[in-house]
């Protein structure tokens, strides 16, 4: 009888982890608050500095000020040997996501 509750159990957790696992591979997938910021930061970027290579891209957070919001990314460029990074400041109107301004801001860091 114990030999049945142990390998019940056992099968009630297995179960119960297996169908947990899609939802926990589901909420992966999910895309991020600030994807189309970052597609806005990524078009400037390479706008500036068209001979330039994006090689890496970092999203710092976001800020908000009053009516507006600011979403900050710090972009790494590579032109030749020559290796840089970019910080893009992109601020918009948080209601209507209506874009105020946008600031690039090269760095040697």
Known sequence: MR???IALGIFL??????????STVQAQQ???SYAKWGKIAIEETQAK???????DYLHEGSETKGNSTIEKFKLWLKDGENEFGVFVRIEYTTQTEAVVKIDLQETSR
């Open 3 to 5: 030999k049945t509750f």
């Open 13 to 22: 957790t297995v179960n119960t982890v297996l169908t947990h696992i899609p």
């Open 30 to 32: 999910e895309i991020p």
């Open 49 to 55: 500095y068209p001979q330039a290579n994006i090689i």
